[in-house]
């Protein structure tokens, strides 16, 4: 299948610099989307290191069947599975040394969302809160699970979802880049379909839009990547855009 891509960024209303990060390299069908966290320029630091050390480990790794050392090799992954989990550790490590190496970076951490295709599936990876979402037809549904505490509330059952949208502490992550050395990643692989739409984004969306106004603007504005990605910002903006906003959307062609 052919694959088309779009991605955008926006600094929102509230902040005064872009701490998210993003990339798309089509060459080896990896797409990333990272949110830095640490106030100031620490969080863009973070969230750029990361994206640059997967991005540069998949490209160096494409051969390597010891691709994984130092880390285990997951037998219930494939070998572009295990090449994305062990990118996104190389890439907490890097994160880690660089708040090691000046004192106004301490603190630094970073979300990330990944998608590495290949043939007729895709491999997600996600640290944080940041999320991936699938459009198949006109049913949408959220592929990742937030590492978050609001999260981890909802599933206990001690708040709904309604309430955890406006939650004070709607914004404090469980897991993410450069907290700790053993960082664990969650991945799956889905198996691909075409027509089916991927979108990868940061909280700057979510928590400004719930998942059906998301679902309602990517099928009011498909096959349209650009002017679909253009709507989510514009509406994550008009409910107030209290955060950055990045949004990359991925669609499986015929």
């Given at each position: ?16 610099g ?10 080896q ?23 640059d ?27 572009a599975g ?7 550790q190389?890439a907490?490590q ?18 990330v969302?990944?998608a ?27 592929v ?22 406006s939650?004070?502490l ?17 991945i799956?692989?889905?198996?691909t ?31 349209d990547?650009e ?7 514009d ?17 499986f062609?015929?």
């Amino acid at each position: 299948m052919k694959l088309s891509y779009k991605a955008a960024t926006d600094v929102g209303r509230r902040r005064k610099g872009n701490e998210d990060s993003y990339l798309e390299n089509a060459e080896q069908q990896l797409f990333v989307v990272a949110d830095g966290m640490g106030g100031h320029a620490a969080g863009e630091v973070a969230s750029r290191i990361a994206v640059d050390a997967i991005n540069e480990f998949i490209c160096l790794t494409g051969g390597d069947k010891d691709v994984t050392w130092p880390f285990d090799y997951d037998s219930s992954l494939s070998h572009a599975g295990n090449r994305l989990k062990t990118a996104i550790q190389h890439a907490n490590q890097r994160v880690l040394e660089a708040t090691q190496e000046r004192a106004d970076y301490e603190g630094m951490a970073t979300t990330v969302v990944a998608a590495l295709v290949e043939e007729d599936s895709v491999n997600i990876a996600h640290v944080g809160d940041s999320r991936v979402y699938q459009l198949r037809g006109s049913e949408l549904s959220q592929v990742t699970s937030d590492h978050s505490w609001v999260n981890e509330q909802i599933r206990s059952g001690v708040i709904s979802a309604d309430q955890a949208r406006s939650h004070p502490l709607r914004n404090v992550v469980t897991r993410a880049l450069g907290g700790k050395a053993e960082l664990r990643v969650d991945i799956r692989s889905l198996k691909t379909k075409a027509g089916d739409v991927l979108l990868l984004c940061t909280d700057g969306l979510t928590t400004m839009l719930p998942d059906d106004d998301i679902k309602q603007s990517l099928l009011r504005c498909m096959p349209d990547l650009e002017r679909t990605a253009r709507e989510l910002i514009d509406a994550a903006n008009e409910r107030g855009g209290e955060d950055n906003i990045t949004v990359l959307l991925m669609r499986f062609e015929p």
